[in-house]
């Protein structure tokens, strides 16, 4: 059955379709932030547990580190006091290590100079630019408007 068979006009019809369209966008619209709201609930936990697993990842580094130097202790009849150095300089080592390897990597890093010589051509470019002027146009009659 055509639209003219039931008695719509087109009017009628381009308002019904405007409607149709109009909750249809709503739809997808409270779709989109339901969505959002179950990604953004997901990530805050997922955050949380990053950070409380820092958290105990931190804390446990010097419980290991006396569990550590009780084990020399222990094990190798060390005093305790001299166990806890070892540990100690264990970890300075270790940090120094890594601080030379920071030093060796950030060392390598160099200026962007590709990107700084195109934006200086660009900029050269640009700086000597002037705006050209606009025709105006003419009505019939053959003055400006």
Same mark, same amino acid.
């Given at each position: 059955?055509?639209? $003219?068979?039931?008695?719509?006009?087109? *009017?009628?019809?381009?308002?019904?379709?405007?409607?149709?369209?109009?909750?249809?966008?709503?739809?997808e619209?409270a779709? @989109?932030?339901?969505?959002?709201?179950?990604?953004?609930k &997901?990530?805050?936990?997922?955050? $949380? @547990?990053?950070?409380i697993?820092?958290?105990?990842a931190?804390s $446990?580094?010097? =419980?290991?580190?006396?569990?550590l130097?009780?084990?020399?202790?222990?094990?190798?009849g060390?005093? =305790?006091?001299?166990?806890?150095?070892?540990?100690? *300089?264990f970890?300075?080592?270790?940090?120094? =290590?890594l601080?030379?390897?920071?030093k060796?990597?950030? *060392?390598?890093?160099?200026?962007?100079?590709?990107?700084?010589r195109?934006? &200086?051509?660009?900029?050269a470019?640009?700086?000597?630019?002037?705006p050209h002027?606009?025709?105006?146009?003419?009505?019939?009659a *053959?003055?400006?408007?």
């Amino acid at each position: 059955m055509s639209a $003219a068979e039931e008695g719509r006009s087109l *009017g009628e019809l381009v308002a019904s379709a405007t409607a149709e369209l109009s909750a249809l966008m709503h739809d997808e619209i409270a779709l @989109a932030k339901a969505e959002l709201q179950a990604g953004a609930k &997901k990530a805050t936990i997922g955050g $949380a @547990a990053g950070v409380i697993g820092i958290f105990l990842a931190i804390s $446990a580094v010097p =419980l290991l580190s006396f569990a550590l130097a009780f084990w020399l202790n222990n094990w190798w009849g060390i005093s =305790l006091a001299l166990s806890c150095t070892i540990v100690g *300089g264990f970890y300075l080592v270790v940090a120094g =290590l890594l601080f030379l390897l920071a030093k060796r990597k950030f *060392g390598g890093v160099s200026k962007p100079e590709r990107s700084m010589r195109s934006a &200086k051509e660009t900029a050269a470019v640009l700086s000597s630019v002037r705006p050209h002027p606009r025709p105006v146009p003419m009505d019939k009659a *053959g003055s400006s408007t």
